[in-house]
């Protein structure tokens, strides 16, 4: 009993790094960010009219659905690309399968700004899109394809598609083939075994895929920034001018919680789906 004892407290003794870090680099931000947040001046009392001015200046809530929606649009581009490119690298071959991992990872090991400005040239009224376009005689006028939402979703979505398309790849690839055939020799086309059997298997990894995308859409800034100009808004883009601008650290903050909450409340359901979907999987076997 002794022993056991002993070798229990050394497992624990493992977790004191690490809760230590955790505490340095999280927690005590956090604390001192909610602390903030609470001021209602820079010697005022706490309050909480900093977190009703999100809801109640007639701009921050406005802001902050936009962003929901961008996050959604940005979830979405990624799903219809990524989904796709994932089932390609299930059925490829070694070769085929590392060139477009190469291809799906490469826009993480590049600058933000390198590919941003990429896209400038891209998509600008003179870039390489509307010039060929216009040479095959389809447009008169350039087509606005950059400073919208359209150009934010494309920028983001160019590097974001990593996080969707390793999620679900793995996903896949844990699927028994013996499955998929079993279905198939029932006499079931492609697009049922699909629609019934793939796509359903392959839920956990998309739901962390989608998950993971939207809760990094919701906190890009750099991208909106670069390709939406000054068309386009985000809560991050508020909460930076908040503090660099205003210098009015205290609503920043109480924005920031208030991102943080909801960005919460997304992994939770997320991570409900998740398990729901496994006690169904249970039930049915």
């Known amino acids: ?122 998509l600008g009224r003179e870039g390489m899109v509307n010039t060929l376009l216009r040479q095959a005689g389809l447009i008169d006028a350039p087509l606005p394809l950059l400073y919208n939402t359209f150009g934010v979703v494309v920028g983001v979505t160019h590097v974001y598609l990593a996080f969707l398309v390793m999620p679900v790849f793995s996903s896949l690839l844990s699927i028994d083939p013996s499955l998929e055939d079993a279905a198939a020799s029932l006499g079931a086309s492609r697009t049922t075994v699909f629609w019934r059997v793939t796509l359903p298997l392959s839920f956990p990894g998309l739901i962390a895929g989608t998950t993971l995308v939207f809760v990094l859409s919701m906190g890009v800034y750099l991208t909106p920034v670069i390709m939406g100009g000054s068309f386009v808004t985000t809560l991050p883009m508020v909460m930076t001018d908040l503090v660099r601008n205003q210098f009015d650290w205290p609503r920043a903050a109480a924005f920031a919680i208030v991102l943080l909450a909801f960005i919460a409340l997304v992994l939770g359901l997320s991570s409900r789906a998740e398990r729901r979907i496994e006690r169904m999987r249970g039930e049915g076997m």
């Open 1 to 122: 009993m002794a022993l056991r004892a002993g070798r229990r407290l050394s497992w624990w003794g493992l977790l004191v790094p690490t809760v230590l870090l955790y505490a340095l680099i999280f927690f005590v931000p956090l604390g001192v960010l909610v602390g903030e947040s609470l001021r209602a001046g820079s010697d005022g009392p706490l309050s909480g009219v900093n977190y009703s001015a999100f809801f109640s200046d007639g701009v921050t809530l406005g802001i902050f659905l936009r962003t929901v929606r961008l996050s959604l649009l940005i979830t979405l581009a990624c799903v219809l690309l990524g989904y796709p490119l994932a089932l390609f690298m299930r059925r490829a071959g070694p070769a085929l399968r590392l060139v477009a991992l190469a291809v799906v990872v490469s826009p993480l090991l590049t600058s933000v700004v390198v590919r941003n400005v990429a896209w400038l040239l891209v």
